[in-house]
């Protein structure tokens, strides 16, 4: 029923998806090439799991509907082929695929329909049959970032340092980071109640690299006993989240300041081209621009582009000019906000007497102030938690460096993480069932913000490929079986394999309403290993008691 092709050799199909992919036999690479281009990114379905019942999930984003409905044939063959690929040829239906068959939409409906004025949205049931459609209503984002940052807040406010007493902080603050937590356990075991039984799933959000990608690894945790091994996860990491496209360097804001790594406009205006006395070898001045920036000139040049402003300009109805009035306006405020932006990212006239020493540096930089004048240091004991950038900005009393400057901050996340509190909640309720323990997932947590290993560095494989990352960094694998290899038990879990009635059950599903609140993580502690490090404490103080007595002379000898 399914094939690998070549059809993405050289990412020349879709840049964000690996060379090799999966798809159904009967579906050739010119109808791949078609359905491509209706998806999100060209990024089309394309299996990623397939059960040992035959039963399918595949992986993709969003349809390009747009406000006309745009529909394309060649996408819903595919669907068709994908749903139908366990069942032979002439063969009667095994159920009522109306109702069983799902395509999973991982976002709210509302953001799903917004979509549509962008020219994306979500599948139209009236054309793709034999299935049903499920949103989950996982927030985006924008919205993770700013519960994180909540979260971070709530931790570091003044109070009850205990468990309870963070969690309660957490609750009130209304960050609703465990309600996200909870939301994607909810996606999580629909897919996995589908899939079970023989079902197929299909599961995109926007782009199909964010919330897509927890929840298929999720899913298949919970589906495949082998993506419960040390080996399997990092298979299931390499596979869903690196091959597949995931954004680890936006996502984690690893370069979210590219300006301090680049000759500035400020460099460029006091470069003076030098040249040989012959006059060979002149340097013309360097005039570089912020990556990804455009002038407000140039694009309120666009904007007024178009028969719609001629029209409004030229007309004489009462309605033209008004309209053209109001046009203007909000071009005005476009043109002011773009040059707005352009000033914090190059502050030319920045006061700061570092930046006086060293004028070459960007002026990302603020000093801090106290109520003399004097500069003191800022610091943030939980901001390794917190995502890159984005709640790291200084207070009036603060100091550091203002991340909420960069324009590429408003792109980091922290979906990975919430992907491996997620693994730790099914962990903790499925405690027999992993070989790997808390250690290993607060390892990869702290590697995946260090930038000390490629596996997580860079948005896709061909970034990788074209940087050499395989050829210059390690592998953070290479780095967790050397840790085993000096001691094997460091992430193995000692409860692995102890009940044998539930290792013959081999799918877990996740329980929703018991969520826990990951103090290691979040507070860097777990009372369950203090009480566990108190009790080999006591342990050893006795065996010493013990020695001592043993070792001193008795009565009797004497």
């Known amino acids: 029923f399914w094939r690998f092709t070549d059809i993405n050799r050289g990412f020349a199909l879709c840049p964000t998806y690996p060379p090799t992919l999966v798809v159904p036999a009967k579906i050739s690479d010119t109808t791949l090439t078609y359905a491509a281009k209706y998806r999100s990114k060209c990024r089309l379905p394309v299996l990623c799991y397939l059960h040992p019942n035959q039963a399918s999930m595949t992986r993709s984003s969003q349809p390009m509907v747009g406000l006309k409905q745009a529909r394309s044939v060649q996408d819903e063959k595919l669907i068709e082929a994908i749903l139908a690929s366990s069942e032979p040829q002439g063969s009667a239906p095994r159920f009522n695929y109306d ?135 990092a298979v299931l990491i390499e596979k869903e989240w690196v091959s597949f496209g995931h954004q680890f360097t936006l996502r984690c804001g690893h370069m979210g300041h590219p300006d301090r790594f680049k000759v500035s406009r400020a460099q460029a205006k006091r470069r003076v081209p030098q040249a040989s006395a012959d006059g060979v070898g002149a340097t013309p001045p360097v005039t ?42 909000v071009q005005s405020r476009i043109s002011s906000a773009i040059q707005a932006a352009s000033d914090n990212l190059d502050d030319l006239d920045d006061p700061d007497p570092f930046l006086a020493d060293y004028p070459d540096l960007q002026p990302n930089y603020v000093p801090a102030s106290n109520a003399n004048g004097k500069q003191q240091q800022s610091s943030n004991s939980s901001s390794s938690i917190s995502s890159s950038g984005g709640n790291a900005s200084s207070n009036s009393h603060g100091g550091g460096f203002k991340f909420g400057r960069s324009k590429h ?15 730790y909640q099914l962990w903790v309720q499925h405690p027999t069932m992993f070989e790997f323990n808390e250690e290993l997932l607060l390892d990869l947590f702290y590697h995946l913000h260090s930038a000390q290993f490629g596996t997580f560095m860079g948005n896709n494989m061909r970034e990788r490929a074209a940087a050499g990352y395989s050829q210059n960094t390690a592998s953070i694998w290479t780095w967790v079986w050397r840790q085993i290899a000096n001691d094997e038990d460091k992430y193995l879990n000692p409860l692995f394999g102890k009940d044998e009635q539930q290792q013959r059950q081999k799918v877990i599903v996740p329980d929703p309403s018991f969520i826990q609140y990951w103090s290691a993580l979040f507070s860097c502690h777990d009372p369950t290993l203090k009480a566990k490090a108190e009790v080999d404490t006591a342990k050893t103080v006795d065996s010493n008691v013990w020695a001592t007595a043993s070792a001193s002379p008795s009565s009797s000898d004497t």
């Open 99 to 233: 109702r069983n068959n799902i395509i999973i939409d991982a976002r709210p409906t509302t953001n799903a329909v917004v979509n549509r004025a962008v020219g994306a949205g979500s599948e139209n049931m009236e054309h793709y049959k034999r299935c049903r459609k499920v949103y989950l209503g996982i927030d985006n984002i924008h919205v993770m970032r700013d519960a994180l940052n909540k979260v971070v807040d709530a931790i570091e406010s003044t109070g009850d340092d205990s468990d309870r007493g963070v969690v309660v902080r957490i609750q009130g603050a209304k960050t609703n980071w465990l309600r996200h937590i909870e939301n994607i356990l909810v996606g999580v075991k629909t897919i996995v109640q589908a899939i079970d039984v023989g079902h197929h799933v299909v599961v995109h959000c926007s782009d199909g690299w964010d919330r897509t990608a927890q929840l298929t690894s999720l899913a298949q945790l919970c589906l495949d006993p082998y993506y419960r091994t040390i080996k399997g996860f």
């Open 288 to 329: 570089t621009a912020p990556l990804d920036e455009e002038s407000g000139s140039d694009r309120a040049e666009d904007a007024n582009s178009g028969s719609g402003y001629d029209f409004l300009q030229t007309s004489t109805s009462m309605f033209g000019r008004f309209a053209s009035k109001a046009l203007r306006g």
């Open 409 to 423: 901050d408003h792109e980091t996340s922290p979906v990975f993480q919430q992907f491996l509190e997620c693994v």
